[in-house]
T-cell receptor
Framework: QKEVEQNSGPLSVPEGAIASLNCTYS??????FFWYRQYSGKSPELIMF????GDKEDGRFTAQLNKASQYVSLLIRDSQPSDSATYLC?????????????FGKGTTLSVSS | EAGVAQSPRYKIIEKRQSVAFWCNPI?????LYWYQQILGQGPKLLIQ????????DSQLPKDRFSAERLKGVDSTLKIQPAKLEDSAVYLC??????????????FGNGTRLTVT
């Protein structure tokens, strides 16, 4: 089982719709969860982080965490063409010498105008 | 606040040659990471330093890759000898805190390596 799994997509949504991106992880002890956005040819940039079960909202973005199901998601409301990018889920995962931030493969989102 | 600095931005080498990448993290950031990102995939952690000590290098191909972080600041990643499959973007990142409540990573612009 991979440590952090995401559907690679592409996920296509029309402008103004809600985009839903999902991620599952294997380490039950994980405490910190991050969503990064990566435009083609650019480095990842942080969108949101969440530590507690439930929802966390920031503008058009909502992160949802369910530790019992080992599931984290990102909702993008009122999707814009500028949201078209690859979204990376990252989870703090236990290692022998400490914890390390492990990324999923990313989901490509395409928002059409 | 200055960001994470990496050099070079691009590098083209032939297989079996050696190459080195340099990273300067954000001032005061204790944790430094090297990730390898192959086209179409997510970043894969190669090595993580806490100050100048190694936290995790389980995914580092130690027969050809090496990394060091001198005095807990700058870091270099070396590949010797390079293989075709090493073609990727090498991302350096830093964060202020260490786990368990890890603080977000700040990435540099990366070094795009092409091995021919």
């Amino acid at each position: 089982q991979k440590e952090v799994e995401q559907n690679s997509g592409p996920l296509s949504v029309p402008e103004g719709a809600i985009a839903s991106l999902n991620c599952t992880y294997s380490d039950r002890g994980s405490q910190s969860f991050f969503w990064y956005r990566q435009y083609s040819g650019k480095s990842p940039e942080l969108i949101m982080f969440i530590y507690s079960n439930g929802d966390k909202e920031d503008g058009r973005f909502t992160a949802q965490l369910n530790k019992a199901s080992q599931y984290v998601s990102l909702l993008i409301r009122d999707s814009q063409p500028s949201d078209s990018a690859t979204y990376l889920c990252a989870v703090n995962t236990q290692r022998e010498a400490g914890t390390a931030l492990i990324f999923g493969k990313g989901t490509t989102l395409s928002v059409s105008s | 606040e200055a960001g994470v600095a990496q050099s070079p931005r691009y590098k083209i080498i032939e297989k079996r040659q050696s190459v080195a990448f340099w990273c300067n993290p954000i001032s005061g950031h204790a944790t430094l990471y090297w990730y390898q990102q192959i086209l179409g995939q997510g970043p894969k952690l190669l090595i993580q330093f806490q100050n100048n000590g190694v936290v995790d290098d389980s995914q580092l191909p130690k027969d050809r890759f090496s990394a060091e972080r001198l005095k807990g600041v700058d870091s270099t990643l070396k590949i010797q000898p390079a293989k075709l499959e090493d073609s990727a973007v090498y991302l350096c990142a830093s964060s202020l805190k260490f786990a368990p409540s890890a603080s977000p990573l700040h990435f540099g612009n990366g070094t795009r390596l092409t091995v021919t």
